[in-house]
């Protein structure tokens, strides 16, 4: 499980990731990024209803998420506040696959 420091939960936090950081895309993901002046990495996770209307798939998919960031956040030692949004097709991926996107999406944006 991700811990609590390392979530970003305030609306003004998104906010301040989507105005002024950078973003690539990246498989089935959307990874916007910015630095924050903490001493830990932060991240956000958006599903929207474009992926299913479902909110047992989207939560699904956000626990998946989740999970795969806490097994990956060791090997991070920037501050940054993270915002991966999901894509579709995000839905169709199994929990490894999703963990190899997210950690190749890392190493393309430099953090590990």
Do not use: Q
Not at 57 to 76: F, G, Q, S, T
């Amino acid at each position: 499980m991700l811990p609590k420091a390392n979530r970003l939960t305030k609306e003004s936090d998104f906010d301040a990731v989507f105005k002024g950081g950078e973003s690539i895309k990246h498989n089935s993901l959307l990874v916007k990024m910015a630095k924050n002046y903490l001493n830990k990495p932060r991240f956000g996770f958006v599903v929207s209803k474009k992926i299913s209307n479902k909110a047992t798939i989207r939560n699904k998919i956000k626990r998946r998420l989740r999970k795969a960031v806490a097994d990956i956040i060791k090997d991070i030692k920037k501050p940054i506040d993270m915002v991966i949004i999901t894509l579709p097709g995000i839905e169709k991926k199994e929990f490894l696959e999703i963990k190899e996107i997210l950690s190749s999406a890392f190493k393309k944006l430099k953090l590990i």
